[in-house]
C-alpha cells in the first residue's frame, strides 16, 4: 500500500515536471514567434517609408525632365527603381493583409496578444491594386530613355499626389520618427488617404479605364 502511494506520488511528480517542460517550451517558442513579428515589423517600416520617399525623388526629376531614365547615369535607372518600390509597397500591404485575415486563428496561442496589425482592412482594400498599376506603368522599361507624353505627365503628376500623400503619413527619416506600435495604424491611414484621394478626384477605381489600364511607354 505505502508503496502504491510512493510510485503513485513520484508518478505525479514527473508529470508535474513534464508539464512544465511543456508549458515553458510552448512559452518559449511563442516568445520567439512574437520576436519574430517585431523584427519584421520594424523592417517592414524601413522599407515602406524608404520606397515612399525615394518614389517622391524620382517623380520629381521625371516632371523636372519630362522623361524616364533607365541607365545607369546621374539620375539612376529610374523605371527599374519605381518598378521594385511599388514592388516591395505591394508585398508588404499583402503580407500583412494576409497576416491580419488569418490572425484570429493565430491569436489564440501567443502569449500577450498583440494589437492587430490592421483594423478595418479587407479584401475590398484599393490600396494593393492601386500600387500593382502604378508598378505596370514603370514594367520593363528597357531602353535608356522614355519621353513623358502629356497623357503620361498627367497619370505621373497623379501618382506624385497620391504618393505625397502616402509621404506625410509615414513622414521623411528627419522629420517624423515612427515605431512599431504605429504601425497599425499607418497601414489603416495609407488605405484611408487611398480611398479619400479617388473620392475626392471623382474616380471609380474599379470602373475607370485611365486607373485600370496602367500607361506604359514602353507599349506607345
Known amino acids: 500500500m505505502i508503496l502504491k502511494k510512493q510510485l503513485l506520488l513520484i508518478g505525479c511528480c514527473i508529470g508535474l515536471v513534464f ?9 518559449k517558442e511563442k516568445r520567439m514567434y512574437e520576436q519574430y513579428l517585431t523584427m519584421n515589423v520594424r523592417q517592414d517600416l524601413v522599407d515602406l517609408k524608404s520606397a515612399i520617399i525615394n518614389n517622391d525623388i524620382l517623380f520629381n526629376r521625371i516632371l523636372k525632365n519630362e522623361k524616364i531614365t533607365n541607365e545607369m547615369v546621374e539620375d539612376g535607372e529610374q523605371g527599374n527603381q519605381l518598378y ?3 514592388t516591395d509597397m505591394t508585398q508588404i500591404m499583402d503580407k500583412y493583409n494576409l497576416m491580419n485575415l488569418s490572425f484570429t486563428e493565430e491569436a489564440n496561442w501567443l502569449v500577450k496578444t498583440p494589437a492587430l496589425f490592421t483594423n478595418d482592412l479587407g479584401l475590398d482594400d484599393i490600396l494593393p491594386p492601386t500600387l500593382h498599376r502604378m508598378r505596370m506603368t514603370f514594367e520593363r522599361l528597357d531602353v535608356t530613355s522614355y519621353p513623358v507624353t502629356t497623357e503620361l505627365k498627367a497619370r505621373i503628376e497623379e501618382y506624385q499626389q497620391l504618393n505625397h500623400r502616402w509621404l506625410n503619413i509615414v513622414g521623411d527619416f528627419e522629420s517624423k520618427e515612427t515605431n512599431k506600435n504605429d504601425w497599425p495604424q499607418i497601414l489603416n491611414d495609407l488605405e484611408q488617404e487611398t480611398q479619400n484621394y479617388f473620392q475626392e478626384n471623382n474616380v471609380d477605381f ?3 479605364d485611365v486607373w485600370r489600364e496602367a500607361l506604359n511607354p514602353r507599349y506607345e
Open 84 to 86: 521594385y518600390n511599388f
Open 206 to 208: 474599379v470602373d475607370d
Open 19 to 27: 508539464l512544465i517542460v511543456l508549458t515553458y517550451s510552448q512559452y
